[in-house]
């Protein structure tokens, strides 16, 4: 007998005390999202919320996007950045840092020598301050938002941001491979004191667009 | 299960030794007092907390009851998006299936995002035994892996390290293992966090295999879900060529919709945030992002035994947020390694002895372990009547009776020693027996304060005075301890 059949065999064993055909759909009670509020006051909560988690984040209409992210990567003192095949390439307009290619080929050694990584994002969720990066064109490859050590990430507001994570997932297509980013990396893991910054990057830019 | 520490004393003997270390006590008791007030103000938060704590129960006892069906969804779901799936019915064919794996890929060593799995079936061991070194990822278990040591906490497992422990690890293993520690490390835990960052990251880059557990799958999609912090997790889980997955089969939701329940409960349960830093979710494998291969590796080792249990069955609800450990004061003065397992604390002490049985003395101990003040039951997201379990086990440990065990139904004997709680709980079976309903739907441990005779009769009064002792949070654990023994008296 394979361990397959074994174990399918113990569980339906196990659970002979379980009604043939007993179906008990589940209850949901909960809410599907926390508070009312319009656009504006759920923009406002992500932004509160995303900061709380030491994200550092910036408001401007879609027209001022290529100014603040030159801005951005200048105080940084980036020299390159990786940029998504389909990101929209005037963001990057006004910025003079050398471009690199998210490409198949690249090795996570030569990611790790890229200063900084611009990306747009899938959704965002507000009552939690988090990003969801689905690997469209305008996100890339997951390990780009990783390697670096600088993420700006562009959520354009208010139509990319949801209250809660019910209507996060309503939205979500999960046969992509989905990255759920609450400000950056982070641990309590010495005596519950929180230091921010292990290995993902240790600077997250959220750019709230529009 | 092969996650017996092995020479473990049973759980008195353990914890006694415990309780009069300071470093360790002072150590736990700052960690769980800060956790717990973190936590309660991050539920708090949520005005529907009761509800999504009965939705999450709901889920996962409507998944239990047709865990078959939602197996062999997910093996198609996983199958479908380019996985494979494998069975491993124990800890050596689990171990066994992923060192095969393993050097099949011609590698010889691997990271690893921590994973209770894992360590539960003693991975690290068994792939060293095949020459292949695996590295611990997490912070913490980093920590552990270099200090030779065990982990005491399902989430924090060096919660028993000190800053200048830690320090003082890193300092002498760190050169030993690739990267040294910087010149002058100090203590503080950015300092720390930063040369764990430096030594791991050559690991990261070189990185052809990952092995990972899992938080949830989902049957539907054949979607894996792995909640993290630092980011050590998405390195494993996106940078190497091949994925290595081994997951419990209780962890598999039916739908893509119960993430909605488990993605609020367990970070405020566990971390104390509204969101952790990191959530990956993966479906098989995606073209030209991230690993090519994936395996699942589906491993029962004692959960089927457990679910045949209709009152322990509850266990396998269990999400691993560690809400449970944070409050319990047998956990905060004993530490986790009392416990004998990688699970430790309330939820270690009904899942241990179900998942390897009652057999060896720690296990046998271990649903002693608690005083049923009943703060695990209040603040575990998916309501798993913890106390309910421990009193059901108690009662398996001194009066035998039949339980199933590697799938086959067996008949436990009474363990040895037991007679003083043999003639307790007979005494008790008494009491609770007048009031009728027993299972009336309220909780076990206030129904055994009020209604439980403060003492019992012959040798039954020393079981009373450690079981039934609302106070033990202001007693000195210690002092509990010696007066009781743990409540074993009448056999010494
Ligand atoms: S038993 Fe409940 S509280 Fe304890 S770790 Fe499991 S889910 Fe969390």
């Not at chain 1, 569980?11 to 009604?19: G, H």
């Not at chain 2, 938080?215 to 792995?226: H, K, P, S």
Request: include cysteine; aromatic fraction near 4%.
């Amino acid at each position: 007998m394979s361990s397959r059949e074994r174990i399918l065999g113990r569980v339906r064993r196990a659970l002979a005390d379980v009604p043939p055909g007993e179906d008990s759909p589940v209850e949901r009670g909960y809410l599907r999202r926390h508070g009312e509020g319009g656009a504006s006051k759920t923009v406002a909560l992500l932004a509160e919320n995303l900061a709380e988690y030491r994200a550092l984040v910036h408001r401007c209409a879609v027209g001022e996007l290529p100014g603040v992210v030159a801005g951005l990567l200048a105080a940084r003192g980036a020299r390159s950045v990786l940029v998504p095949a389909g990101l929209d390439e005037g963001w990057l307009a006004r910025s003079d840092v050398r471009r690199v290619a998210d490409r198949a080929e690249s090795t996570p050694a030569e990611l790790d020598r890229v200063d900084s990584v611009i990306t747009g994002c899938a959704v965002a969720v507000a009552e939690t301050g988090t990003i969801v990066l689905d690997g469209s064109p305008d996100q890339g490859r997951r390990r780009i938002t990783l390697v670096p050590d600088h993420h700006i990430c562009v959520v354009r507001v208010p139509e990319q941001v949801v209250s809660s994570v019910p209507e996060a997932l309503e939205r979500l297509d999960p046969r992509r491979p989905l990255t759920w980013i609450s400000g950056p990396s982070a641990t309590s893991d010495i005596e519950l004191d929180r230091v921010e910054g292990v290995h993902g990057p240790r600077t997250l830019e959220v750019v709230l667009a529009g | 299960m092969s996650g017996t520490f092995v020479g473990m004393p049973a759980f008195p003997e353990a914890a006694r030794a415990a309780v009069s270390d300071e470093t360790l006590r002072g150590n736990l008791r700052h960690a769980t007092h800060t956790i717990r007030a973190k936590r309660a103000k991050a539920v708090a938060e949520v005005a529907d907390w009761a509800q999504l704590r009965e939705a999450g129960k709901r889920i996962k006892d409507h998944t239990l009851r047709h865990l078959d069906r939602y197996l062999v969804r997910l093996e198609e779901s996983v199958t479908a998006a380019g996985g494979t799936v494998h069975w491993a019915a124990d800890a050596d064919e689990a171990n066994r299936i992923v060192a095969d794996l393993v050097k099949a890929t011609g590698e010889r060593e691997v990271v690893k995002v921590k994973s209770m799995a894992t360590q539960e079936i003693g991975l690290n061991e068994a792939l060293e035994a095949e020459g292949i070194r695996a590295y611990e990822t997490d912070l913490a278990e980093l920590i552990v892996q270099l200090g030779k040591d065990r982990p005491s906490h399902i989430l924090v497992p060096a919660i028993h390290r000190n800053r200048g422990e830690i320090r003082d690890i890193f300092r002498r293993e760190m050169g030993r293992w690739g990267r040294p520690a910087p010149d002058g490390l100090s203590d503080a835990p950015a300092d720390l966090a930063e040369a764990a960052r430096l030594h791991l990251r050559e690991k990261f880059l070189r990185a052809k295999v990952g092995v990972s557990g899992a938080n949830f799958m989902v049957a539907e999609t054949g979607t894996l879900v792995v909640v993290e912090s630092e980011g050590n997790g998405r390195m494993c889980l996106t940078l190497p060529e091949t994925l290595i997955s081994v997951v419990g089969i209780e962890k598999v939701v039916p739908t893509w919709r119960d993430l909605e329940v488990f993605l609020q409960t367990l970070p405020r349960s566990s971390t104390a945030e509204r969101m952790n830093p990191y959530t990956s979710m993966w479906t098989g494998t995606t073209d030209g992002d991230g690993p090519r291969v994936f395996h699942l590796v589906l491993l029962d080792n004692g959960r089927t035994d457990t679910l045949a249990d209709e009152v322990g069955r509850q266990a396998l609800r269990c999400i691993r947020c560690s809400a449970c450990l944070n409050v319990c004061p047998v956990y905060e003065r004993a530490g986790g390694h009392a416990y004998g397992s990688v699970y430790p604390g309330p939820i270690g002490a009904i899942l241990s002895p179900q998942l390897r049985g009652t057999a060896s003395e720690v296990d046998a101990s271990l649903p002693y372990a608690s005083s049923l003040c009943g703060a695990c039951y209040e603040v575990c997201p998916v309501a798993i009547d913890i106390p309910e379990v421990l009193v059901h086990l108690r009662e398996r440990v001194a009066e035998g009776g039949e339980a199933v065990r590697d799938g086959n139904k067996v008949l436990l004997r009474p363990a040895k020693g037991h007679a003083a709680e043999r003639a307790a709980m007979r005494a008790a079976r008494w009491a609770f027996a007048r009031p009728g309903a027993l299972r009336a739907g309220q909780r076990l441990a206030s129904r055994t304060r009020r209604l439980h005779p403060r003492t019992l009769p012959g040798p039954g009064r020393a079981w009373t005075a450690g079981r039934d002792l609302p106070a033990v949070p202001s007693e000195p654990f210690r002092d509990w301890w010696q007066r009781t023994r743990g409540g074993r008296d009448g056999e010494r």
